[in-house]
């Protein structure tokens, strides 16, 4: 009440966040009756607000009020599904570019609503989508992650002007791709199309492969945390435009070694493997295949880098472009590794450096941190440097911190101190606990 009567003290008001706030739940109109006083209004999120369907239906109500709203958050509200929703989704308004829904819990008539299959629905698919938001003719980016899809039969035609499509973590998607892989065809200015974790088949993957080459605004495809992923990488990058493919992680898609040759390419920016154990022993021949001199982000994260990946990439240098360079979850990699890595140089215009180990494991940073600190002038573009569950001595972390401190990095919290003297590693694990909050289970 307090906040709705503030509101005609913000007539240019653009951008509102409420998200987090539950006990907005079951008294949204409350507010929504205040909002011609705003009627500016671009974006207004409301996720996790345990809002009802009648909270939904009053904003419903009040979207006439802000006909310039672009962007509409509501994911993360379990009981907006029912009347309230489809009132909301006849009401919106031509402006609306973005409709965020995640975790909603829908039910099967919100599925004939929105154009989603669930279960209990015998027909339909995408194509209720299109009907149900096609007046939205402006709406550019549509994000059904985790929403429990699956397709038989569907269509996006009726919606040109998406750009953005995030259909992930809809693992019902598996077998059934081909249904709805020649309709984004349609999507000719598609940029980014989302479909990690969806269990994606061998044949889904190979649908999608036929359809790429009608997508040719598109910058950004992720199919990572999809295993069958790695046996199709040369068929994928064959089909992209590449001219312009700015994004394409392949983490968690069991990657083989052929599958290094096939990303190599002198547009990819963007490099995320992580979590592909093939590349640990091998990363100089990845690095080969890249074209490493033009990549601004390499994400290698739990991949079981090795001593000698580092060791050997650091000689031959090439990174000199880099922006964003992640080697977490690498323990297995030596001293000698870390300390080469630092030694080469080469890294001067890298901002953002990730060398984190695994939670519940530790290791000492002695051997290798004075190679860090003597790099650090060298490193003008470094501002954020994470070094999670490495221990470090008092002397060293107060030289770090006087270094990084003169030079504006942030360092990442969760680097532990060593025990003032040895025999005493219940301190370390004291360190570890702080960093936790207790389940219920303990």
């Keep these: 009440m307090e906040l709705a009567s503030l509101l005609q003290f913000l007539p240019h008001l653009e951008e509102v966040d409420l998200s987090w706030n539950e006990l907005i739940g079951g008294s949204l109109r409350v507010l929504t009756s205040h909002l011609n006083l705003v009627g500016g209004i671009r974006s207004l999120a409301l996720s996790g607000c345990r809002l009802s369907s009648e909270d939904v239906m009053a904003l419903g109500e009040a979207l006439s009020f802000v006909p310039l709203l672009e962007i509409l958050d509501l994911s993360w509200n379990a009981a907006i599904s029912g009347d309230g929703l489809q009132c909301l989704l006849g009401k919106l308004s031509p402006a609306v570019r973005e409709l965020h829904l995640v975790a909603c819990h829908l039910t099967a008539a919100d599925a004939v609503a929105l154009g989603m299959l669930a279960q209990e629905v015998a027909s339909g698919g995408f194509e209720e989508l299109a009907v149900a938001?096609?007046?939205?003719?402006?709406?550019?980016?549509?994000?059904?992650?985790?929403?429990?899809?699956?397709?038989?039969?569907?269509?996006?035609?009726?919606?040109?002007?998406?750009?953005?499509?995030?259909?992930?973590?809809?693992?019902?998607?598996?077998?059934?791709?081909?249904?709805?892989?020649?309709?984004?065809?349609?999507?000719?200015?598609?940029?980014?199309?989302?479909?990690h974790l969806c269990s994606l088949t061998h044949g889904d993957l190979e649908a999608l492969v036929q359809v790429l080459p009608s997508l040719t605004a598109l910058t950004e495809l992720d199919v990572s945390s999809n295993k069958d992923a790695g046996g199709v990488v040369h068929s994928l990058v064959s089909a992209l435009p590449l001219t312009?493919?700015?994004?394409?992680?392949?983490?968690?898609?069991?990657?083989?070694?052929?599958?290094?040759?096939?990303?190599?390419?002198?547009?990819?920016?963007?490099?995320?493997?992580?979590?592909?154990?093939?590349?640990?022993?091998?990363?100089?021949?990845?690095?080969?295949?890249?074209?490493?001199?033009?990549?601004?982000?390499?994400?290698?994260?739990?991949?079981?880098?090795?001593?000698?990946?580092?060791?050997?990439?650091?000689?031959?240098?090439?990174?000199?472009?880099?922006?964003?360079?992640?080697?977490?979850?690498?323990?297995?990699?030596?001293?000698?590794?870390?300390?080469?890595?630092?030694?080469?140089?080469?890294?001067?215009?890298?901002?953002?450096?990730?060398?984190?180990?695994?939670?519940?494991?530790?290791?000492?940073?002695?051997?290798?941190?004075?190679?860090?600190?003597?790099?650090?002038?060298?490193?003008?573009?470094?501002?954020?440097?994470?070094?999670?569950?490495?221990?470090?001595?008092?002397?060293?972390?107060?030289?770090?911190?006087?270094?990084?401190?003169?030079?504006?990095?942030?360092?990442?919290?969760?680097?532990?101190?060593?025990?003032?003297?040895?025999?005493?590693?219940?301190?370390?694990?004291?360190?570890?606990?702080?960093?936790?909050?207790?389940?219920?289970?303990?």
Aim: glycine share 8%; net charge neutral; aromatic share 4%.
């Design 133 to 195: 938001l096609g007046h939205a003719s402006a709406l550019s980016t549509l994000r059904l992650q985790g929403c429990g899809l699956s397709t038989d039969r569907g269509s996006l035609r009726h919606l040109p002007s998406l750009r953005q499509v995030d259909l992930s973590c809809n693992k019902g998607l598996s077998g059934g791709l081909d249904h709805l892989s020649p309709h984004l065809a349609h999507l000719t200015h598609l940029e980014s199309l989302d479909l």
């Design 244 to 442: 312009q493919m700015r994004r394409l992680p392949f983490n968690s898609c069991s990657l083989n070694q052929e599958s290094f040759t096939a990303l190599g390419t002198e547009v990819l920016l963007s490099v995320d493997v992580s979590w592909c154990k093939v590349v640990g022993g091998r990363l100089p021949l990845l690095l080969d295949a890249l074209q490493p001199s033009i990549i601004l982000e390499l994400r290698l994260s739990s991949c079981e880098l090795t001593t000698d990946d580092l060791s050997a990439v650091c000689s031959r240098g090439g990174l000199s472009s880099l922006r964003v360079l992640d080697l977490s979850y690498n323990g297995s990699v030596g001293a000698d590794g870390w300390t080469a890595l630092f030694t080469a140089g080469g890294l001067g215009s890298t901002e953002d450096v990730d060398l984190s180990l695994r939670p519940l494991t530790s290791a000492s940073s002695s051997a290798w941190l004075p190679a860090l600190l003597r790099a650090l002038p060298q490193l003008p573009a470094l501002n954020r440097l994470a070094m999670r569950r490495w221990t470090v001595g008092s002397a060293d972390r107060q030289q770090l911190d006087r270094s990084l401190k003169k030079r504006n990095v942030l360092l990442e919290p969760g680097l532990l101190l060593c025990p003032p003297e040895s025999g005493t590693p219940s301190q370390t694990t004291s360190q570890l606990l702080s960093h936790w909050t207790p389940s219920k289970r303990g």
